[in-house]
């Protein structure tokens, strides 16, 4: 079966520090990847999404990045951490095709300060 | 614009009872997807029920049924015999397949709670 790990957990981060969040999954290949955030008592905002190694689309401009280096392998990334940045941060993952059900990760909280 | 719009953001009910959340979307296309997902209190989001909209058959699964009402663009979820593990918050949405661009598209959430 499959299954997938976020972390860390929790995390709190000064105002500039920089920021990787690493999401993996195991028992599937190939799987198209996503990052959100939900932010509190809101709904969740797709930051980045993965067909393959090396493919990211960006859905929001933001001092966010995202890579992934590896088939299964997706990390979210900043340079310099802003107050805003903070939330919960889930990681999924779904079929080839697009419309497939989104499976998530148990998620990050993330507070900066 | 792709929209999801929840219009109760809390709900109560008590345990063995039956509770219906509401939900309604807005998109022009034809072919998409819906869904419930529950986020308990450990915040992971877990898929509740998924529904086709060219199927006319309502998604079961288990004690959670929908509801969908595809010319009226809606797309509730009922809870039978609620047990307190239900307490969570459901979030409703859906996805328009347009070859290749597609994106979940989430309501605000119900938080319900099931009192003993």
């Known amino acids: 079966s499959q299954t997938i790990h976020q972390w860390p957990a929790t995390l709190v981060q000064p105002v500039g520090s920089p920021l990787s969040l690493e999401c993996t999954v195991e028992g599937t290949s190939n799987p198209n990847l996503y990052w959100y955030r939900q932010a509190a008592g809101r709904g969740l905002q797709l930051l980045f999404y993965s067909v393959g190694i090396g493919q990211i689309s960006s859905e929001v401009p933001q001092n966010l990045s995202a890579s992934r280096p590896q088939d299964r392998q997706f990390i979210l990334s900043s340079k310099k951490l802003l107050l805003s940045d903070s939330g919960f941060y889930l990681c999924a993952w779904g079929g080839i095709i697009s419309t497939d059900t989104q499976y998530f990760g148990p998620g990050t909280r993330l507070t900066v300060l | 614009a792709q929209t999801v719009t929840q219009s109760q953001p809390e709900m109560s009910v008590q345990e063995a009872e039956t509770v219906t959340l509401s939900c309604t979307y807005d998109?022009?296309?034809?072919?998409?997807?819906l869904f419930w997902y529950k986020q308990p209190p450990s915040r992971q989001m877990i898929l509740v029920i998924r529904q086709e909209a060219y199927k006319q058959q309502n998604a079961t699964e288990n004690r959670f049924s929908v509801n969908f009402q595809k010319a009226a663009k809606s797309f509730s979820l009922k809870i039978s015999d609620s047990q307190l593990g239900d307490t969570a918050m459901y979030f409703c949405?859906?996805?328009?397949?347009?070859?290749?661009?597609?994106?979940?598209?989430f309501g605000k959430g119900t938080k319900l709670t099931v009192n003993p």
């Open positions: 998109t022009s296309e034809n072919n998409y997807y």
């Open positions: 949405a859906f996805i328009v397949a347009q070859g290749g661009s597609e994106k979940l598209v």
